[in-house]
C-alpha cells in the first residue's frame, strides 16, 4: 500500500512562505497524479492544488497565483510552494497520489498530515 509522508508545516504570519514536501513509497509514483488537500476544523477535507503524471497543473480559485504544486520523479516527493499566506490557509494539509481520481471521495487512505497555521 502506498504511504505518504508529509512535513514542512508550521505557524507563520500572514503574508508570509512555507513550503510542504511530502514523500511517497511504492514503484509507480512517475504514473500517478499527485495532489494537496487541506482540512479546516469543521470542514471537509478538499484538494487545492493537483498535477497530472504528466505535469499539468491545477488549483481551487482560492490559492490560484499563491501556491505552486510541483513534484521530483527521482525523489518521490511532491512539495506545494505556499506564498501570501492568509489567516483562512489554516488547516491540516495531506498529500496523495494515485492513478485516476484525486477526488477526496476516492481515497480511503491518508498520511498524518501536517499543519499550518497563519496567525498574528
Known amino acids: 500500500q502506498v504511504q505518504f509522508v508529509e512535513s514542512g508545516g508550521g505557524l507563520v504570519q500572514p503574508g508570509g512562505s512555507l513550503t510542504l514536501s511530502c514523500v511517497v513509497s511504492?514503484?509507480?509514483?512517475?504514473?500517478?497524479?499527485v495532489g494537496w488537500y487541506r482540512q479546516a476544523p469543521r470542514a471537509q477535507r478538499a484538494l487545492v492544488a493537483a498535477m497530472t503524471s504528466g505535469g499539468t497543473t491545477s488549483y481551487v480559485d482560492s490559492v490560484k497565483g499563491r501556491f505552486t504544486i510541483s513534484r521530483d520523479n527521482a525523489k518521490k516527493t511532491v512539495y506545494l510552494q505556499m506564498n501570501a499566506l492568509k489567516v483562512e490557509d489554516t488547516a491540516v494539509y495531506y498529500c496523495?497520489?494515485?492513478?485516476?481520481?484525486?477526488?477526496?471521495?476516492?481515497?480511503?487512505?491518508w498520511g498524518q498530515g501536517t499543519q499550518v497555521t497563519v496567525s498574528s
Open positions: 496523495h497520489a494515485r492513478v485516476g481520481s484525486l477526488s477526496p471521495q476516492a481515497i480511503t487512505s
Open positions: 511504492g514503484s509507480s509514483f512517475n504514473s500517478y497524479n
